[in-house]
């Protein structure tokens, strides 16, 4: 994952009642806020969805360049 840096960005998500309901219990559950929960569950689903879909760090990609 990626080094720590300041969250100043927003996305602004539309969900219905029963996904915003679930998202605060499990964020309760963990002790979080949902804000932060949601952030850790995003950041866990893309870095690693991008380590399986893309093998190849950006200096590799560079490098190998003919």
Do not use: N, W
Request: aromatic share 4%.
């Amino acid at each position: 994952m990626p080094h720590r840096e300041k969250c100043l960005e927003s996305i602004h998500v539309h969900t219905g009642e029963s996904l915003k309901r679930d998202l605060q219990d499990l964020a309760m559950l963990e002790g979080r806020a949902v804000g932060e929960y949601i952030r850790a569950t995003l950041e866990a689903h893309v870095y690693g969805a991008k380590t399986k879909l893309l093998p190849f760090s950006a200096k590799d990609q560079a490098c190998s360049a003919p």
